[in-house]
C-alpha cells in the first residue's frame, strides 16, 4: 500500500519537475544507449551537446559501426574514459549485424552494456519492466526502506520490485532525478521530497555514517580509507592515457618518440611506457612497427 503510494507520488513529482532531457524524448534504442554510455562517468550538462553531435554525425548503429575507430575516438575526446567510445562501436557492429537484441537479458551480451545499461535500454527504449540499478537508486531506495548495508542483489529484487508496468521509463527516470537532486549523496532535502511521508529515514539522513558504512561493506563501494588524501588527476595513469589519445586525435599517426616531445614535461618515460601498453591491451592505440602509433582503423 506504501508501495502505491509512494509511486504515484514520485510519478506525480516526476510529471511536474523532470529534468527535459533529448534522450528522454527518444524511444530509439541506439540514441539511449549513446546516451546511456556517455553518461557513465560524465555530467549531463556536459553530456547533452556532444550527445547531439554524436547523433548528427552517426545517427544510427549502422552509420557508427561503419565508422573508422579513429575518427570515433576523435568525437569522444574530451568525455574520457576512451574505451567507452570503442565499445559503444563494438555493441554498434554487433547490432549492424544482427540486430537489436528484444529484452534486457539480450541487450547484456552486447560488448561493453552491462547490468544497468542494459536495463536503462529496455526500460527507455522498449518500455520493460526493468530496473536501472545505479548508485542514486541503491541510495533512495535504501532511505526509504531503512535498510543500508543491503546485498546488490536484494537491492535489485527490491527495485525491480517497485517498477510500475505501466510506466517503467518514467520511474526509472523518476528515480535518478531524485537521486540527483532532492535525495542526493551529500544531503537529502526531505523537506522538498515528494516521498517522505513514507520514507523511513526522512529527516535522520547521516550521509557521513552512510559513508563509513558503505566503505566497511567492501571493494567495489564509493568512499576512501579514513584519512587517506585523494590523488591530483595528473599524478594517474588515465591522465596519461587521456594526453596520448588527444596526442593522436590532434596529429594522427606519430613516432614514439614524437609523442614523448609533445606530452606536459611532467610525464616521465615510464609512465607512457606503462600507458602505452594498456592503451594498447585495450585495443585504443595500435602500436606499430618502428615506434609508430596510430589509434585503431
Ligand atoms: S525523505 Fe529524505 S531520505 Fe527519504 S527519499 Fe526523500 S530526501 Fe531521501
Redesign the pocket.
Known sequence: MDDDLRRDALLAWYADTGRDLPWRRTRDPYAVLVSEIMLQQTQVSRVVPRFEAWLERWPTAAALAAAPGADVLAEWSGLGYNNRALRLQAAARVVAEHGWPGDEAGLRTLPGVGDYTAAAVAAFAYGQVAAAVDTNQVR?LD??DGAGGRTPKAVRERAIDLVPEDAPDAWNHALMD?GAT??TARI???DA?P??EW?M??GY?DPVAERALRGASGPGVAGGAAGSRPQRFEDTQRYVRGRIVAALVERGPIDRAVLVEVLPDDIAGERVAAALTSLAHDGLVDLGPEGLLSLPA
Open positions: 533512495v532511505r526509504w531524485l532532492v535525495c537529502a532535502r526531505c521530497c516521498v517522505a520514507c529515514s526522512a539522513v
